[in-house]
């Protein structure tokens, strides 16, 4: 079983910044054969994609429509770790935010067989 826990939500004015950490961990899991992203979500909308990692961190991809060049997504293979950066926050980045892995997909084709719980992130103006 894999297992996704995120963590670093919170609240922050409009322009602060935060950084969401998901670490993941399971019996026959090897991290680095999954390329990972963060989703995000809203009470009353579809979770979206917000950006996603490479199996190696080579390839990043960031959604213009949520990110707007404001997020980075990073990884580290030894810790089993992936990470967003949020800078600039505005108070539609308000959302729950995900954890998620693709064993065969990375970029815009992100269709992850697990996820994390989520972590709050709240953004006020």
């Known amino acids: 079983q894999v297992q996704l826990v995120e963590s670093g939500g919170g609240s922050v004015q409009a322009g602060g910044s935060l950084r969401l950490s998901c670490v993941a961990s399971?019996?026959?899991?090897?991290?680095?054969?999954?390329?990972m992203g963060w989703f995000r979500q809203t009470p009353g909308k579809e979770r979206e994609l917000v950006a996603t990692v490479s199996w190696t961190g080579g390839f990043t991809y960031y959604s213009a429509g949520v990110a707007k060049g404001r997020f980075t997504i990073s990884r580290d293979n030894s810790e089993n770790t992936v990470t967003l950066k949020m800078n600039s926050l505005q108070p539609e980045d308000t959302a729950v935010y995900y954890c998620?892995?693709?064993?065969?997909?990375?970029?815009?084709?992100?269709?992850?067989?697990?996820w994390g719980q989520g972590t709050q992130v709240t953004v006020t103006s």
């Open positions: 399971g019996r026959n899991f090897t991290f680095r054969d999954y390329a």
């Open positions: 998620a892995a693709d064993r065969l997909r990375t970029g815009n084709r992100l269709s992850p067989q697990y």
